[in-house]
């Protein structure tokens, strides 16, 4: 995922996905949260006894890490929960390795094995990038080995079952340590799955090492996409965070609101097909919704396009008729929540080709094939494929059996 990002980086397909600025302040402050939780956050200090460790999701919109919410209330005091502040704010009670993490990262390993040039090389043949295979590699694996071996020891010291964690292709440590000990890793589904997702498309369903044992989804579409690693099970375990709306709901939507839904990585380039359409439509309300990792002061608005950012995003598409993105998550949202949905054809946007497909959005190849097309775009006729009604207590009764 890391030479991915690197390479369509560098390529000038996509831009940062998640872009973090801190000033030298926030950086002291994140070195003296660090230590200070080696005594007050320290895992391996917790008293209690523990069947699973949860490892939620950094993003928090309005303060509530919305994929774990209801497992955490489901698995109670029998959880650790584990909830990294390095790019976020931490769950209230959670514990964090945050220390040890960034301690981890900042001893890189001298030598670089000859293999790095080859592939290096290789790459650079097929593509015309050169990524830094090396650095990477210097930097990522010895990172992983020490991580790797504090998890097993935090594992064994609370006797750990079962580990269920959030975006667990950058919890590779966490999930190779469970692994390590015979444990059951469970991921829980955070975001949008395709057939171009490295996390998760495995052709062919190869046996990957360090994988989860299984994956719980929100509804039965997100598995049916894509080949998952040899073994991988999935359950459907529902999206409690996200529901149908009701008839007076729908009835109540802006008629002339649409939502652009950006992304880090194609943010520029969707924001011209936003300013294309404020231009040619002007009776429309347009609002350009930023990613959590976008910054407001990186956009500058014409008459007639709001650009706006928040934590409010799902009430925003519920207010709307028409959504614009093209491979964002809050795409699938906003189908269940009534919109109608256009796919900007820019990198990424193969992510939405079955929805497409399904009948559930249409493409925009060009700004003005939006503008022509706005108005034909579908609503999805039946959201629950992507987002099922909540079945996580009756998928932790069966796992329990």
């Given at each position: 995922?890391?030479?991915?990002?690197?390479?369509?980086?560098?390529?000038?397909?996509?831009?940062?996905?998640?872009?973090?600025?801190?000033?030298?302040?926030?950086?002291?402050?994140?070195?003296?949260?660090?230590?200070?939780?080696?005594?007050?956050?320290?895992?391996?200090?917790?008293?209690?006894?523990?069947?699973?460790?949860?490892?939620?999701?950094?993003?928090?919109?309005?303060?509530?890490?919305?994929?774990?919410?209801?497992?955490?209330?489901?698995?109670?005091?029998?959880?650790?929960?584990?909830?990294?502040?390095?790019?976020?704010?931490?769950?209230?009670?959670?514990?964090?390795?945050?220390?040890?993490?960034?301690?981890?990262?900042?001893?890189?390993?001298?030598?670089?094995?000859?293999?790095?040039?080859?592939?290096?090389?290789?790459?650079?043949?097929?593509?015309?990038?050169?990524?830094?295979?090396?650095?990477?590699?210097?930097?990522?694996?010895?990172?992983?080995?020490?991580?790797?071996?504090?998890?097993?020891?935090?594992?064994?010291?609370?006797?750990?079952?079962?580990?269920?964690?959030v975006v667990a292709y950058f919890h590779q440590h966490v999930v190779g340590a469970a692994r390590d000990l015979g444990l059951r890793v469970v991921e829980l589904q955070h975001g949008a799955i395709s057939p171009y997702h490295l996390g998760y498309s495995y052709p062919g369903s190869p046996s990957v090492p360090d994988q989860p044992d299984e994956l719980w989804c929100f509804g039965s579409y997100w598995p049916d996409v894509v080949e998952l690693p040899a073994g991988m099970q999935t359950k459907i375990m529902g999206a409690p965070f996200i529901r149908p709306l009701t008839a007076s709901e729908i009835a109540a939507k802006k008629p002339e609101r649409v939502v652009f839904l950006s992304q880090g990585t194609i943010?520029?380039?969707?924001?011209?097909?936003?300013?294309?359409?404020?231009?040619?439509?002007?009776?429309?309300?347009?609002?350009?919704?930023?990613?959590?990792?976008?910054?407001?002061?990186?956009?500058?608005?014409?008459?007639?396009?709001?650009?706006?950012?928040?934590?409010?995003?799902?009430?925003?598409?519920?207010?709307?008729?028409?959504?614009?993105?093209?491979?964002?998550?809050?795409?699938?949202?906003?189908?269940?929540?009534?919109?109608?949905?256009?796919?900007?054809?820019?990198?990424?946007?193969?992510?939405?080709?079955?929805?497409?497909?399904?009948?559930?959005?249409?493409?925009?190849?060009?700004?003005?094939?939006?503008?022509?097309?706005?108005?034909?775009?579908?609503?999805?006729?039946?959201?629950?494929?992507?987002?099922?009604?909540?079945?996580?207590?009756?998928?932790?009764?069966?796992?329990?059996?």
């Amino acid at each position: 995922m890391r030479v991915f990002h690197e390479l369509s980086q560098r390529g000038g397909i996509h831009g940062n996905p998640h872009p973090v600025r801190r000033t030298r302040s926030d950086k002291a402050r994140l070195v003296g949260k660090h230590v200070a939780g080696v005594v007050g956050k320290n895992p391996f200090l917790a008293h209690g006894q523990f069947d699973a460790l949860v490892v939620p999701h950094p993003r928090k919109p309005g303060g509530v890490e919305i994929y774990t919410d209801r497992l955490r209330a489901e698995l109670g005091s029998s959880a650790l929960v584990l909830d990294s502040g390095i790019n976020g704010t931490p769950l209230a009670g959670s514990r964090n390795l945050d220390f040890f993490t960034s301690a981890a990262g900042a001893v890189r390993s001298r030598a670089v094995d000859a293999r790095c040039g080859t592939i290096e090389n290789a790459l650079e043949a097929l593509t015309g990038v050169k990524v830094p295979i090396g650095a990477l590699v210097a930097r990522e694996l010895p990172k992983h080995v020490r991580l790797r071996a504090i998890y097993r020891a935090l594992l064994r010291r609370h006797k750990i079952k079962t580990v269920y964690a959030v975006v667990a292709y950058f919890h590779q440590h966490v999930v190779g340590a469970a692994r390590d000990l015979g444990l059951r890793v469970v991921e829980l589904q955070h975001g949008a799955i395709s057939p171009y997702h490295l996390g998760y498309s495995y052709p062919g369903s190869p046996s990957v090492p360090d994988q989860p044992d299984e994956l719980w989804c929100f509804g039965s579409y997100w598995p049916d996409v894509v080949e998952l690693p040899a073994g991988m099970q999935t359950k459907i375990m529902g999206a409690p965070f996200i529901r149908p709306l009701t008839a007076s709901e729908i009835a109540a939507k802006k008629p002339e609101r649409v939502v652009f839904l950006s992304q880090g990585t194609i943010g520029t380039s969707l924001f011209k097909f936003a300013t294309a359409l404020a231009e040619a439509r002007p009776e429309l309300e347009l609002i350009y919704r930023l990613h959590p990792s976008e910054h407001l002061d990186d956009y500058r608005a014409p008459a007639g396009l709001q650009v706006s950012a928040g934590t409010d995003t799902l009430e925003l598409l519920a207010s709307a008729t028409y959504q614009v993105g093209v491979s964002t998550t809050a795409l699938f949202e906003g189908m269940t929540l009534g919109c109608r949905t256009t796919v900007a054809e820019l990198p990424g946007h193969e992510y939405l080709l079955p929805a497409i497909e399904r009948g559930d959005a249409i493409l925009a190849p060009t700004a003005d094939e939006l503008i022509i097309g706005l108005p034909t775009a579908p609503l999805c006729q039946d959201s629950t494929a992507y987002y099922a009604p909540d079945n996580l207590s009756a998928v932790l009764k069966d796992s329990a059996r």
